[in-house]
């Protein structure tokens, strides 16, 4: 049994107001028990332990909505080539620093973390919460096709697996039957949600970024599945024809959309989708090739008019970073929160990187690994809570320091930092 930890005189951030207020709190086991302006009082017959603030801001703990646990720590080369063993064990060391960066969930958009996520949830290495989606489900050609160009497509499921398939990296899926499999298959292996490749990529070899991928009946396949186990479909897709298209095909969740329109984008607001979009700057990621870097650009250069009309049209954010195939740049991950102040004030960035990024999470209902409050600081909420040096709604740079500016680390109600 865990004791119980209170931590007294700390700057209280909830994650859904633009307010603070200072307050003591106390944990039992993995939730917050109670919140108070005033002293709480210990009980004799329960072990606590008390930390003392200092004055120090609390706030929830940080979501990256879009992370890749595995692919952002391996090498497009190690993904392809390398034994399974080691690329495992790269993502559990980046999953603890991941943590340590004040990330206590992230959903992860796509690749082998089912084991990783066993691993974590069982306290045998650090990490934060993980939302999996499994293997990315891709049609022939798309966006998570990994294949040699020589490797000669077969029917689904016919003709042994490849490389990538086998890791349960990618699987490609052509037509609605197998599609259907596909998704049913990763809910079967514990998928919180269904991610499919929409449309091109940056860096994919064999389509381009405006590219329309799967058929509305494949897309709409995989969101009846979705449905029937009561959880939702997210889709990686920049231009508008691909977005509409997965859109009209009931998907809940838009994954970067950094080429969309004015009228898609007034589509994801009159159908209540979300929009999980990432700040990326050209030195995010470096691609080996030409045109990958110049479809990377393009990206680049459609954030700006993307997150405009998202908050014209009072669209639903979310923010993650897609930090793929760098393990040197996931240093970086903090840095795309503070980027967020070219479009959105302090108390808006605080909100979308924990209240918000929860709510998207949340939509995976019965599936949901982790039921129960993120993203909050209220009465009965899990506890996952950090503590910074400094008003954080005040500078929002704070974040992107995080080995020095983030005193304070619990996850589930486990302290895995504590500098104070």
Not at 157 to 165: I, L, M, Q, S
């Amino acid at each position: 049994m865990q004791k119980n930890i209170l931590i007294n005189d700390v700057l209280i951030f909830d994650g859904e107001h633009d307010n603070v207020r200072t307050g003591n709190i106390l944990i039992e086991e993995n939730k917050i028990k109670v919140i108070s302006e005033q002293p709480i009082p210990v009980e004799k017959d329960q072990e606590t332990e008390v930390v003392d603030g200092l004055g120090n801001f609390m706030m929830p703990g940080l979501i990256d909505a879009h992370w890749h646990a595995y692919m952002s720590s391996n090498t497009m080369m190690d993904l392809l080539t390398a034994d399974d063993a080691y690329t495992q064990l790269k993502a559990g060391r980046e999953a603890g620093n991941t943590l340590l960066r004040g990330f206590t969930t992230i959903r992860d958009a796509g690749g082998p973390v089912f084991g990783l996520k066993r691993a974590i949830d069982e306290g045998i290495i650090r990490g934060p919460h993980i939302y999996p989606s499994g293997p990315i489900i891709s049609q022939t050609g798309g966006h998570g096709d990994f294949r040699a160009v020589y490797d000669v497509p077969r029917p689904f499921d016919c003709c042994g697996w490849t490389h990538t398939e086998e890791i349960g990296a990618a699987i490609i899926a052509d037509g609605v039957d197998a599609v259907i499999t596909a998704a049913r298959n990763n809910l079967r292996m514990g998928a919180s949600q269904i991610k499919l490749m929409t449309g091109g990529g940056v860096a994919s070899l064999y389509d381009r970024l405006e590219d329309s991928q799967f058929f509305e009946e494949e897309i709409r396949a995989a969101v009846k599945v979705a449905e029937d186990a009561g959880t939702y479909v997210m889709v990686h897709v920049y231009a508008p024809r691909a977005i509409a298209r997965a859109v009209n095909a009931g998907v809940r969740s838009i994954e970067h959309g950094h080429l969309i329109d004015e009228p898609t984008m007034a589509l994801i607001a009159e159908r209540d989708v979300w929009l999980s979009m990432q700040p990326f700057t050209y030195d995010d990621n470096h691609f080996p090739t030409k045109e990958q870097q110049e479809k990377h650009a393009l990206v680049v250069q459609g954030t700006d008019n993307t997150y405009k009309l998202a908050k014209k049209y009072n669209v639903h954010l979310a923010w993650g970073t897609d930090l793929l195939f760098n393990p040197v740049g996931t240093v970086n991950q903090n840095q795309g929160i503070v980027r967020l102040q070219q479009w959105f004030t302090n108390y808006e960035i605080l909100k979308m990187i924990t209240h918000d990024n929860a709510e998207l999470l949340s939509l995976s209902g019965p599936r949901n690994p982790y039921p129960g409050d993120l993203g909050v600081i209220k009465e009965g909420a899990l506890a996952d809570v950090v503590i910074v040096k400094g008003n954080v709604l005040e500078d929002i740079s704070l974040l992107g320091e995080p080995e020095e500016n983030i005193v304070f680390i619990m996850k589930d109600g486990v302290v895995y930092k504590n500098l104070l």
